[in-house]
């Protein structure tokens, strides 16, 4: 039963680039969060998107930033024009149900370490 | 807004030995949750607590959370260098959202063997 996956693991881009990041649930998973954790700080909510709709987006940088999990295929975490304070490690979560204390717990992923350069 | 304070930021400690890790919140929490997370990689899912006085066990793990619901303690138990790693907590104090969690900073443990 494979986990959250996340690809890829490691991403380099010059400032400017665009960054794509891709998160797969786990099997019957049809929720899906995205937290970013910068350097010397705790992880931190972006969005949470269900299966074509993006649910809350508060925690989401208002211009460059978006995010989609199409009804086929990964969700996918977009960067536009990177900046040296994007470098992070970006962490994907998936669960069952909307979860909570009387739901399903986060699964996260391995993550993805964006470099920008 | 929440925040999340864990303390200490780092331990080191000889294998065999107890150790405990806190994590505190300045609000009531409607869920806390432990994680660990090793160096470079994705965060493993230890355990959740819900009501205040719960408390938890897996292998030599205990997590508890206080009656007040402000405060959790995790608590490893004859310590082996598998259990290195960073510790993170992490909470709903939303009452409502339940997929916002805070996460404090995390706590460094090594054992030495």
């Known amino acids: 039963n494979a986990g959250v996956m996340q690809n890829p693991r490691h991403l380099v881009r010059r400032r400017g680039q665009e960054a794509r990041l891709r998160c797969s649930p786990m099997k019957g998973h049809s929720h899906v969060y995205w937290y970013r954790q910068l350097p010397e700080e705790g992880l931190k909510f972006m969005v949470y998107?269900?299966?074509?709709?993006?649910?809350?987006e508060s925690g989401m940088p208002k211009e460059r930033f978006s995010a989609e999990f199409p009804k086929e295929g990964p969700s996918i975490l977009r960067i536009q024009q990177v900046v040296r304070g994007d470098s992070a490690a970006y962490f994907c979560?998936?669960?069952?149900?909307?979860?909570?204390?009387?739901?399903?717990?986060?699964?996260f992923g391995n993550g993805t370490r964006l470099t920008v350069t | 807004s929440q925040e999340l304070e864990q303390s200490p930021q780092s331990l080191i400690v000889q294998e065999g030995k107890n150790l405990t890790i806190n994590c505190t919140s300045s609000?009531?929490?409607?869920?806390l949750y432990w994680y660990k997370q090793k160096y470079g990689e994705g965060l493993i899912f230890l355990m959740m607590?819900?009501?205040?006085?719960e408390e938890k066990s897996h292998e030599k793990i205990t997590a508890k959370l206080d009656e007040k619901k402000q405060q959790s303690s995790l608590h490893i138990t004859a310590s082996q260098p598998s259990h290195a790693g960073i510790y993170l907590c992490?909470?709903?104090?939303?009452?409502?959202?339940?997929?916002?969690?805070?996460f404090g900073k995390g706590t460094l443990l090594t054992v030495n063997p």
């Open positions: 979560a998936s669960s069952r149900t909307r979860t909570g204390v009387y739901n399903s717990p986060l699964h």
């Open positions: 607590l819900q009501k205040g006085g």
């Open positions: 609000k009531t929490l409607y869920g």
């Open positions: 992490g909470a709903d104090a939303s009452g409502g959202s339940n997929y916002k969690l805070t």
């Open positions: 998107l269900q299966k074509e709709n993006i649910i809350d």
